[in-house]
């Protein structure tokens, strides 16, 4: 291949200056045009971020001011209140003993003509006493015999003033719970 130089060797260089400065300069624009957009995105991102930054910090002051209204410090005593209570009712309940069943064997077993009026049962020291009265001394004597059947009470006492008269008895008995009673 034959290769036909019409160009001196300094128009080549001139032209190869020139292609070199034209690029350089394309560069340089485009360049310019980016830093440019960075510019400007930057400053946007700053302008929203500042933005931002006041819609929080008006945010932050309006709950300082509601937290600090009087009607909160009022809800937050309540609620200390209330769980000053709750935990009362807690220990209450850990160590409360149900008599319901003890309770219920005594309605189960109180006979026709007696009636009660007062039921004592102390966890404590284990012992009970019920008051009432009876139309009858069988009536009494048959509920004694019933109550001390169940389980739940022993060691019934009763005072012999009870069984003196055959009828219209006010009695008083006490005795002992059973470990079946304090479950």
């Given amino acids: 291949m034959i290769t036909i130089n019409l160009l001196s ?12 400065n034209i690029s350089l300069i394309g560069s340089f624009m485009i360049l310019g045009f980016v830093l ?3 510019t400007f995105l930057l400053i946007t991102i700053n302008d929203v971020q500042k933005s931002n930054l006041a ?6 002051k309006n709950i300082e001011k509601f937290l600090n209204q009087d009607s909160n410090k009022q809800v937050e005593t309540k ?5 000053y209570y709750l935990s009362t009712i807690k ?20 006979p026709a003509g007696v009636r009660l009026y007062n ?3 102390n966890k404590t020291d284990k012992n009970f006493e019920i008051s009432g009265s009876a139309d009858a001394r069988e009536n009494f004597i048959k509920f004694t015999a019933n109550i001390e059947k169940t389980g739940y009470f ?9 069984i003196i008269s055959p009828t219209d008895i006010s009695f008083k008995i006490n005795g002992k719970l ?3 009673a304090l479950k």
Avoid: C, H
């Avoid at 819609?55 to 932050?60: G, I, M, V, W, Y």
């Avoid at 609620?79 to 769980?83: A, L, R, S, V, Y």
């Avoid at 022993?154 to 009870?162: G, K, M, Q």
């Fill in 9 to 20: 060797s300094e128009e080549k260089k001139d032209i190869s200056y020139e292609r070199n």
């Fill in 36 to 38: 440019a957009i960075l």
């Fill in 55 to 60: 819609a929080l910090t008006a945010e932050t």
């Fill in 79 to 83: 609620m200390k209140q209330i769980n």
């Fill in 91 to 110: 220990v209450i309940e850990a160590d409360k003993t149900d008599f319901s069943a003890a309770l219920v064997e005594i309605a189960n077993q109180t």
């Fill in 119 to 121: 039921i004592n049962m």
């Fill in 154 to 162: 022993e060691n019934i006492e009763s005072p012999s003033s009870n």
């Fill in 178 to 180: 059973t470990d079946k």
